[in-house]
């Protein structure tokens, strides 16, 4: 069971994959299918497995990954 | 005679640049009066982009144009952005492969190509903007697949030659998307 | 239930960022925007966007901006600090902007030991106007106007600034730091905090230098051009702090 | 209340401080010296800031910066460091922050001299900056005038939010003459600065919580945004053109000549009117004291009986084409100048008027 | 020879290798990075100096040292950055150094954006910099003219050893458009250059043992001095005016209105000119192509036919001085302007043209 | 009979000085001049004067020479070296125009390693201005700007231009030397003569800081401002080698 | 009327800038009209310096003069620039000790003060300029010595009241020298 | 007897007495005579003892001595 959850703003996403490689679990991967800009977006692909570390949300560079865990830990690392 | 203003728009990385230089390109070679000119700035990056072609057997006075002949519309935002600018009796191409919506006016003919579909059969999304770029030629009636060819070859130089096969075959299925 | 462990700042407008995919000026702007929030400075704080990608980041900081003139954020960050120094004042310049054309008001300000906090941000490149080399141009780095990479045999090796700014003696603090990985991020917004609290306790010019990513003129994928600030940039702009007042005293 | 006798830099910082600047920011260049002197010496007295910048590009990005934090702000300079200036002008003007910059005019071009010239009209009145803007230009005649200009100033560019610029020599700047230095200069209702950047939180009320940032800016990538902001000055412009043509007519009744001078080259005229006078030879002026904008209502006043326009500068000629728009082909425009910091005799004037005169009579 | 599609900034480096050029220094700014670019990549093949300076500042004061070392030399920029290089290009005007500098202008003031304007025609017209100077200013209307006045404005610059400024815009500067780059354009008989700064060895002869140095200087400190230097200026600036006024007169003859209008703006008017001809309206057109000197000559050559002159600027109105110097009076002038980077579509000029003539005639 | 063991150089024209009396302007330029002649280089040399009080040195030195606009000299230098390499180039530069408005431009000389020769004369003052303070006047130091003596607090402390300099990868050599006595004067000459011996040699840019007087506007007598330069201008700046690139090899 | 021009000249560290200076302070104090304007820039340094007074009732328009009232000469070179520039029927003072040649005009009244001389005689070459002040003072016969003592005594402060005696002495000496 | 001897190029002497100060053998002093300038020069008071060290001639700023040497020596210093 999932000791994190992660949101991405799906039309804020650029599809740049930082959060994808910065993510020790695996958890996500780039999308197929293109957002309003024209990006394939980021998606939790292994949602299961998110420990809420926020490592993606600290590289994300559009600001577009909110993370919450099941108990609290220091805010925006 | 030949007087088609064109305007060429799209996402950023779609090359919808490159499609406007070829036909000037093309037509600078068959010594027609020609200018192409785009949008620039830094709305390019990641936005969307987009350029205006002449192409004239008269000499060209004013660059800009308030309507054009033909849209080459390669995405959702540059439908809304141009789809007023076209003449009455003008044409509009559209990418059915990321626009949604229907082409609200009745007075321009529409021509719709699933480009990324297209390309992806090809293998390469890349060549999305060259399958447009032939439906356009069909339309255009101007340059030929090989005009354009013997344009790319000259713009890809030695590094890029062995891409020429791919596009020439993405030139042709488009130029077929039309009928 | 789950709680939010992470959540935009309210340092941050709701704007989208203009940056290409992955460039990690979005990152440097979320640290100065949580900064402020966190320092609880976001009512007092005048933000100064300097020329260059971050041009209007006036738009994305949620507190009173102005924008200056290429390379002049440091006389106008002066003249706003100057004359209101309740105020919390920081420039946020590229590398063409303070390394380039505004050496001579970076180093000045540093030298009038002007209470204020510098984000520098260092690319290695001018982004804005599409990939022309910067002072910061590696040796070797290809740029549209060293398009066989740079020749130091003709223009030099690249200039490290916070070195430089490091012998004025009016600098109270120098750090250089990077943000290419979660680890490198949290030690830079310290440094930033370090930055922003000297300026809160009146003692001086800070300055952060974040080596930073420039994905579309290094023409790289963004997870490249993080893999190139730590193979290339990192070896010849050490990380660490460069002068610390608090620690010559 | 007695003079008191001041050198014209010296006069002009003292205005400045009454007409309330909270800040200057200058560097160091000839003729205007006396002028950070004085305020480096005195402003710090009043809890008011000094800041001698690194150069001229930096001083005037310090007064961008202080001007739109709100502050009342002064810089000077003489001409090649006017000329450096004008990126930070430009930039002024385009995010409307108030400011006052004196230049007191040299002999040009390029590092020219340090002698007394008018040859910076262009400069100041055209800007050398880029885009369309304009800046108010004042034109003291003497150490008074420059005074009671200077301290005004102040008023006139909060009014519009836009630099207002001081066009001095070194003549007035290096001269002493007596000076009224409690005269009081008119005064504007200037709004509220509920626009300058000194933190959310002044502007945060009881009644308003949510504020939005001020931003100081003359950027827009977008052209019918940036034109709309053009338009925006414009009309401040016009609001000028229309209220803030200033001049003097001085014996334009009857004359038959009208000479067009301003500041020093003005003074010189009038001592070249008394003994054309006396030689019987009517001569009028008109002395605009606002080079921008241009007093083109005083050309509406010229009488029937004046034949010809003398535009009189030190310079090579250059107000000389405003003296055209503003004539309009009615009258036959003649020039006589000096230039390179040499100051012109009356003797010169009184010959350069006749001269004039012989031509349009021959 | 074929043409070659070109983008008018890369036509503008390859013009300035075709006419000589020995030496580039520049500071990247939008919309004119393509030449730099370009010439990064060409010059050093050529055995030439490419240089990108720390700032605008320095790269017009190494353009200085390099021209009064007597070499070709260009830089490049737009706007803002040509503000920067004001007091660098007086240097060089009071000095008499050649140099060539191209302004790609932009929508301005300030920071303004990138998008194409005119707005800084007093800017290069009347010089930002300090004291009576002028350069000669080049003002092309398509790729092929930028092409052709930039690769002869090298020997305008060294024949009257005179900065000559090329005011392109961005839309000149980002379109394409095929280009005879072969073209031939007119030469100058050209001294020799044997006030450089080489060396004295340069100029040692065996008859002439005893040189004496060269100095590149713009300052006396003696007024008389100064004032002789600028005499020789004036006399050059003189002979521009006699012999450089260029311009191009389109359908005046029997016109009703003639539009007076340069570079982008031209051209647009050209296809506002077809559509109005199409409708019985006879339009013709003053096209400046020197800005400094005013083509003023043009105005002497306006038919009886024409009621008035429309002064068509994508800026709100700085070359109008001129038109309405140059009318002096003869003709109502009106004017119609786009500004901040918005480029007008014919069909506007069109409407301008009858509003123009409506109140003409109503 | 004896022999002329100390004559005036061919270096110098026979105009006379302007500099006030005492001011050892006049010792540096006799000193360049001399360098001039014995490197046989009076025939290739082009000098830039700057602005200040040697702004009309192009009358002293008998070599071709421009006048470069306030700060510039090192960009005006750039310019003629680049074009004719084969000319021996040297900058003569007070504080106010190296250190104050010229810092931009003498930090990318350096930085481009440009193949020039810099003479950096610092009087600690605004000379011909007036004596306004500058970014080189020593803390309490009197100048018509900080008339109750320059206050750190308020202005920072000195910037030692040397000592920045030396952190620039491009700068070959960097020496700040004094000539307020004929050992001290001795010892300039010589460093006058390696900094023109690297240009001649091709290896790069090369800078020799002068410790200068104003007796003018230090309201000093000529000899008592040799003292002060002892007494409180060396011990701020040290006098010696900041870098050389020979050593470093 | 009173309405007098004047000429001050000598070299850089003889005080000529004083002596105009005192003259215009003189004359507010009277509320006359009164305006000084100096040669300034480096040639000051070392070279010559110079200042023109106006002091008249009327207003003062034009601030320089080809043809000065009274020219006070106190060096060599200053007599060969200035001399032409007296008005005829004018007045030149000259510093005998140290101009050698005579005024070659008939037109003018030329007074000759030794005033280096007399300086020295009261111990303080510093105030040469004040003898010759003195001298003028006789000549232009508008101030008195009191009058230029207040405005010394206001220009000194309190730092250099003690030379205030020395000064009076040497005003009174030159007023003297001249009859 | 005097090894060396000074030439004060008496009419560029601006009196500024470094040359006085630096002589290690007294051998100069200003003069109480104004030159055309207006200053006092330097003047040999004491010429016998001038070893033709160069000393004053090395301090001098506006290169107004010569010194002669009965045996050559190193050219200006
Ligand atoms: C005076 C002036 N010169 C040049 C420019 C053009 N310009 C805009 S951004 C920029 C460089 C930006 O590079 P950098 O500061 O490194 O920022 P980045 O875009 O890399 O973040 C330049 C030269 C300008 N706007 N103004
Ligand atoms: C652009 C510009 N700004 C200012 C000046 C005025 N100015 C002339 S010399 C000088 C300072 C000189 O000081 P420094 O370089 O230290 O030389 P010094 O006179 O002390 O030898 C200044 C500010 C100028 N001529 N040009
Ligand atoms: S919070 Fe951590 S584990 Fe969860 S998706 Fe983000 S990086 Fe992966
Ligand atoms: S890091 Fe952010 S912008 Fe990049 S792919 Fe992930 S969610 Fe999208
Ligand atoms: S150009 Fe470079 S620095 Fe600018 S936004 Fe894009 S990636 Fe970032
Ligand atoms: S003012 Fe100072 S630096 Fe200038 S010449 Fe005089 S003493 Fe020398
Ligand atoms: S040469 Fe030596 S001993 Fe002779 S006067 Fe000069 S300093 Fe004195
Ligand atoms: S050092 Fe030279 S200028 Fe000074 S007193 Fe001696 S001789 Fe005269
Ligand atoms: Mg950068
Ligand atoms: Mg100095």
């Known amino acids: 069971m999932a000791r994190g959850r992660v949101v991405v703003s799906v039309d804020r996403c650029k599809g740049c994959s930082l959060c994808v490689e910065a993510c020790p679990q695996n958890v996500l991967a780039m999308d197929t299918k293109v957002n309003v800009k024209g990006y394939t977006p980021a998606v939790a692909i292994n949602p299961d497995k998110c420990t809420g570390c926020t490592f993606c949300a600290l590289v994300c560079p559009d600001v577009c990954i909110e993370v919450y865990r099941e108990k609290g830990g220091t805010k925006n690392g | 005679m030949i007087n088609e203003k064109i305007i060429v728009a799209g996402f950023g990385g779609q090359g919808v640049m490159l499609m406007g230089q070829l036909l000037a390109y093309a037509a600078t070679n068959q010594d027609l009066n020609t200018l192409w000119f785009p949008s620039y700035g830094p709305e390019t990056r990641g936005g969307t982009a987009n350029c205006q072609v002449i192409i004239s057997e008269e000499d060209i006075y004013s660059p800009v144009f308030s ?19 076209v003449a009455p009796g003008g044409k509009i191409l559209i990418n059915s492969s990321l626009v949604s919506r229907e082409v609200t006016r009745t007075d321009i003919e529409v021509i719709k190509v699933p480009v990324n579909e297209i390309a ?4 390469n999304l890349k060549v999305a903007n060259m399958v447009m770029l032939g439906a356009y030629l069909e339309v255009l009636k101007i340059f030929s697949i090989d005009d354009i060819i013997k344009v790319l070859k000259k713009t890809f130089g030695e590094g890029k030659s062995h891409l020429i096969d791919v596009n020439r075959e993405a030139l042709k299925i488009g130029s077929k998307s039309t009928k | ?121 260092n690319n290695a490149i001018f982004g804005m106007t599409g990939g022309q080399m910067a002072p910061t141009t590696l040796p070797g780095q290809k740029t549209t106007t060293s398009q066989n990479g740079r020749d130091p045999y003709v223009v030099g090796m690249p200039i490290r600034m916070s070195e430089v700014l490091g012998q004025i003696p009016g600098a109270y603090y120098v750090e250089r730091v990077s943000v290419h990985n979660p680890k490198h991020i949290i030690k830079a917004k310290k440094a930033i905090k370090k930055a922003f609290q000297n300026q809160i306790d009146g003692k001086g010019f800070s300055l952060v230098e974040f080596i930073s990513t420039c994905p579309i003129n290094w ?13 290339s940039m990192i070896p010849y702009y050490p990380l660490g702090v460069v002068k610390d007042g608090d620690k010559n005293d | 209340m007695a003079k008191v006798l001041m050198k014209g830099n010296e006069a002009m910082a003292l205005a400045a401080i009454k007409g309330g600047v909270d800040a200057f920011f200058g560097y160091p260049i000839t003729p205007q010296n006396e002028i950070p002197e004085y305020l480096s010496r005195e402003l710090p007295k009043l809890g008011k800031v000094f800041v001698q910048a690194e150069s001229e590009v930096a001083a005037i990005n310090m007064v961008y910066g202080a001007g739109g934090a709100g502050a009342r702000v002064l810089t000077s300079s003489s001409s090649p460091g006017i000329a450096l200036k004008q990126e930070g002008i430009t930039y002024m003007a385009g995010s409307q922050i108030p400011g006052v910059i004196i230049n007191v005019m040299r002999g040009g071009p390029g590092l020219g001299g340090i002698q007394p010239s008018q040859a910076d009209y262009y400069q100041v009145t055209r800007g050398g900056g880029n885009g369309d803007y304009n800046c108010i ?33 070194g003549l007035i700047g290096q001269m002493m003459a007596p000076v009224d230095i409690d005269k009081e200069t008119p005064k504007l209702d200037l709004p509220e600065k509920d626009w300058a950047t000194t933190g959310m939180k002044n502007r945060r009320t009881k009644e308003n919580k949510d504020v939005d940032p001020n931003i100081i800016v003359s950027l827009s990538l977008v052209d019918t945004v940036l034109e709309e902001m053009n338009l925006v000055l414009q009309k401040k412009y016009t609001h000028m053109r229309e209220n803030q043509q200033r001049y003097e007519l001085i014996n334009i009744e009857d004359a038959e000549i009208v000479i067009v001078a301003y500041g020093t080259s003005s003074r010189i005229c009038r001592s070249a009117m ?28 010229i009488p029937e009986s004046v034949k010809g326009l003398l535009t009189v500068e030190m310079s090579m000629g250059q107000m000389i084409d405003d003296v055209k728009i503003s004539n ?35």
Not at chain 3, 64 to 80: F, K, L, S
Not at chain 3, 219 to 231: A, G, Y
Not at chain 4, 277 to 296: D, N, Y
């Open chain 2, 67 to 85: 309507k054009c002949d033909t849209a080459i519309i390669m995405n959702g935002p540059s439908l809304d952005k141009f789809e007023s600018r």
């Open chain 2, 120 to 123: 992806l059969e090809l293998g």
């Open chain 4, 137 to 169: 230009v004042l034109a003291p005649e003497n150490v008074q005038e420059a005074f009671d200009l200077v301290k005004e100033s102040f008023d006139l560019a909060d009014y519009y939010r836009n630099p207002v610029m001081i066009a001095a020599d």
């Open chain 4, 274 to 301: 008394e003994i054309l006078k006396e030689e019987g030879i009517k001569v009028g002026m008109i002395r605009p004291i606002t080079l921008w904008p241009f007093p083109e209502k005083a050309f509406a006043e």
């Open chain 3, 1 to 121: 239930m789950d709680n939010l462990v992470f959540e935009r700042t309210k340092g941050l407008t709701k704007k989208e960022f203009s940056y290409c995919p992955g460039c990690t000026h979005g990152i440097i702007h979320r640290l100065v925007a949580e900064v402020l929030e966190e320092l609880n400075v976001l009512d007092t704080a005048v933000g100064v966007a300097s020329v260059g990608c971050s041009v209007i980041n006036y738009e994305y900081f949620d507190c009173d901006m102005q924008q200056a003139a290429h390379g002049r954020a440091p006389a106008v960050a002066t003249g706003i600090k100057r004359v209101n120094p309740e105020n919390t004042v920081f420039t946020y310049q590229g590398d063409g902007d303070l390394a380039a054309i505004g050496t001579a008001e970076i180093i000045h300000a540093a030298h009038r030991n002007e209470n204020i906090s510098v984000m520098f941000v």
């Open chain 3, 219 to 231: 023409r790289m994928t963004p997870n490249d051009s993080l893999k190139w600030v730590e193979d």
């Open chain 4, 328 to 362: 309009n082909g009615k009258l036959p425009v003649g020039f006589y100048g000096r230039c390179g910091g040499v100051i012109p005799e009356p003797e010169e004037i009184v010959n350069a008027v006749k001269d004039f005169l012989g031509g349009l009579n021959g």
